[in-house]
């Protein structure tokens, strides 16, 4: 059946104030089993260089899959490092691709962009209404 072949991942587009964060496509349709990419952009300063990857599937609360940063190696935390391929070389960009996809990774995927030692919260999720555009 059609659905179990193909399944649909959505990203999202969030700017704060003046400085935009944007991600690339906006609906990402993969054939299961493939691997799907998507990137994030931003346009705040290169001290930025840090990005979070996050995704919530329906029904279900965000959760981290990655943490990157121009500076380090990824932080995978509890996520599996098969399953999820970044590349995050330059401060103005990086990218998620999830690997072998399966129905259940259908879900909205995030990402967020912060400074090196920021201590407060700019630019998160918890602070900035994250809505999705189908
Ligand atoms: C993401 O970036 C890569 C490398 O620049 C590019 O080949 C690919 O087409 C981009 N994908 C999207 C969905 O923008
Ligand atoms: C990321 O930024 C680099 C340097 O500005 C640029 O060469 C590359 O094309 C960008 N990639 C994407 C996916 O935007």
């Known amino acids: 059946m059609m659905r179990n072949i193909i399944l649909l991942i959505l990203s999202v587009h969030w700017s704060q104030g003046t400085s935009d964060v944007s991600q690339s ?17 931003h346009k ?8 979070y990857w996050y ?4 029904g279900q ?3 981290l899959i990655v943490f990157t940063s121009t500076s ?16 995050k070389s330059v401060p103005e960009n990086g990218s998620l691709t999830v ?5 259940d990774d ?5 990402c967020l962009v912060s400074k090196h030692s920021e201590s407060n919260t700019e630019g998160r999720c918890t602070k900035t ?3 999705h555009i189908i």
Request: glycine share 4%.
């Open 129 to 131: 209404p994250c809505t």
């Open 25 to 41: 496509p906006d609906v990402l349709m993969a054939v299961k089993g493939s691997s799907a990419q998507m990137n994030c952009t």
């Open 106 to 110: 259908s879900a909205i995927y995030f």
């Open 99 to 103: 690997k072998n996809a399966q129905p």
């Open 55 to 58: 995704r919530q599937r329906q």
């Open 44 to 51: 705040k300063d290169i001290l930025h260089n840090q990005m």
């Open 72 to 87: 380090s190696k990824p932080d995978y935390g509890d996520s599996d490092p098969n399953k999820f391929e970044v590349h």
């Open 61 to 63: 609360t965000m959760t």
